[in-house]
């Protein structure tokens, strides 16, 4: 038998064949990867190079461990069965947590590598880079392309400058920055920054009396909770240079900003992104 994780889109659909928690499935006919069969992937963090942390639509993509309990084939990072077992959805926050303790385990009995415990520092310039954290305090940095960042801890602070970066934290008062473009930041925990200079950036405040800027050019998405202070730059072409034209913030009270919803900057004004 062989543990792994699974990523979804909203419902717990993948593919368009409907799973449901805590039940078995079986595939009938050959396995093959990304062609037929139940598929999966070791490391958490690997599911997100198949499903963006966050979809198209905005929603955060849904998460499961796993247990392929019949036949498997593996080719690089994913692994496909005729027969898995799917647990209880994670959560960003005990997706996190699954993705520190995953890759903790596989570097715990290297001196070399970062503990887990308070004020760890993790840095990486390669791309495609994994960083987990599950301690307080900690600092994540990379300067690669793809890079995937994740903290469950306090004070975390995590950064990238590469490209179609994704961060995310569960933890309290986490500060996450991104100046590549097409990055996409999300945090469960309260009291959050998040920032993003990138192009065509998206920022989920999941947490209360959190705050969030996305002034990229390009159209950037930024949504939260009630509570939440929310920024946006508009750019536009003024005498053949790209140049902002409006920066704007504000609170979301639940009424004029709702909740929960994305918002884009257009001619100066929060609007809803359909």
Request: glycine share 10%.
């Given at each position: 038998m062989s543990k792994g994780y699974k990523a979804f889109g909203k419902g717990l659909v993948c593919r368009n064949f409907q799973y449901k928690e805590n039940e078995v499935f079986e595939h009938t006919g050959r396995i093959e990867p990304c062609d037929s069969g139940f598929h999966f992937c070791e490391n958490p963090l690997?599911?997100?190079?198949?499903?963006?942390?966050?979809?198209?639509?905005?929603?955060?993509?849904?998460?499961t461990e796993v247990e392929a309990v019949g036949d498997v084939k593996t080719e690089d990072n994913k692994s496909v069965t005729n027969k898995l077992h799917v647990g209880a959805k994670l959560g960003l926050p005990g997706f996190v947590k699954a993705s520190f303790d995953f890759l903790w385990e596989k570097c715990s009995?290297?001196?070399?590598?970062?503990?887990?415990?308070?004020?760890?520092?993790?840095?990486?310039?390669?791309?495609?880079?994994?960083?987990?954290?599950?301690?307080?305090?900690?600092r994540l940095a990379s300067s690669g392309r793809y890079a995937q960042l994740a903290s469950?801890?306090?004070?975390?602070?995590?950064?990238?400058?590469?490209?179609?970066?994704?961060?995310?934290?569960?933890?309290?008062?986490?500060?996450?920055?991104?100046?590549g473009d097409s990055a996409q930041l999300a945090s469960s925990g309260r009291h959050a920054q998040l920032a993003s200079s990138g192009d065509s950036a998206q920022l989920d405040l999941k947490g209360s009396d959190s705050v969030g800027a996305a002034i990229g050019s390009g159209e950037n998405r930024i949504r939260g909770t009630v509570g939440c202070w929310i920024t946006l730059a508009e750019w536009g072409w003024v005498d053949d240079r790209l140049v902002p034209l409006c920066v704007k913030t504000v609170q979301i009270d639940g009424e004029v900003i709702k909740a929960d919803t994305w918002y884009k900057l257009e001619d100066g004004q929060f609007v809803v992104v359909e």
């Open positions: 690997d599911t997100l190079d198949y499903y963006p942390l966050i979809d198209r639509n905005g929603d955060l993509t849904e998460f009995s290297n001196p070399s590598e970062p503990d887990s415990g308070f004020n760890a520092q993790l840095a990486s310039s390669g791309d495609s880079a994994q960083l987990a954290s599950s301690g307080d305090s900690a469950s801890g306090r004070y975390a602070q995590l950064a990238s400058s590469g490209r179609h970066a994704q961060l995310a934290s569960s933890g309290d008062s986490a500060r996450l920055a991104s100046s």
